[in-house]
């Protein structure tokens, strides 16, 4: 998929997640973000930090943006994830929606789930 059409702070979301670059993505959001993954709530830089490290970066995720969609002030984008997690009763492959709320070029908020289709 061309990122380009995707907001700066998301394609910089995407690389950093891919080089793996811990501090570059935690710079992504805002001081005040809310991450929603796996039914938790992380709110700030700090708690979002350790989530990131915790069920991100410990699993080598590996995120391949499939397509995305604009809609007022949220950008979905579609990927497909892979790592080093359990994947039992998961889907194979796993496809995520990664829904961002940004503000002042910064994550402000990001819900994940399981896409639908």
């Given at each position: 998929?061309?990122?380009?059409?995707?907001?700066?702070?998301?394609?910089?979301?995407?690389?950093?997640?891919?080089?793996?670059?811990?501090?570059?993505?935690?710079d992504?959001?805002?001081?005040?973000a809310?991450?929603?993954?796996?039914?938790?709530?992380w709110?700030?830089?700090d708690?979002?930090?350790?989530?990131?490290?915790?069920?991100?970066?410990?699993?080598?995720?590996?995120?391949?943006?499939?397509?995305?969609?604009?809609?007022?002030?949220?950008?979905m984008?579609?990927?497909?994830?892979?790592?080093?997690?359990?994947?039992?009763?998961?889907?194979?492959?796993?496809?995520?929606?990664?829904?961002?709320?940004?503000?002042?070029?910064?994550?402000k908020?990001?819900?994940?789930?399981?896409?639908?289709?």
């Amino acid at each position: 998929m061309e990122l380009n059409p995707l907001p700066q702070v998301i394609q910089a979301f995407i690389a950093a997640s891919n080089k793996p670059d811990p501090e570059a993505y935690v710079d992504c959001f805002s001081e005040d973000a809310t991450v929603r993954d796996e039914g938790k709530t992380w709110v700030g830089k700090d708690a979002i930090k350790k989530w990131s490290d915790e069920h991100h970066f410990s699993a080598n995720v590996t995120l391949d943006p499939q397509r995305y969609r604009q809609h007022e002030a949220e950008t979905m984008v579609v990927f497909k994830v892979d790592g080093d997690f359990d994947k039992t009763g998961l889907p194979d492959p796993l496809y995520l929606d990664f829904h961002f709320q940004i503000r002042d070029h910064q994550i402000k908020q990001l819900a994940i789930q399981l896409t639908k289709e």
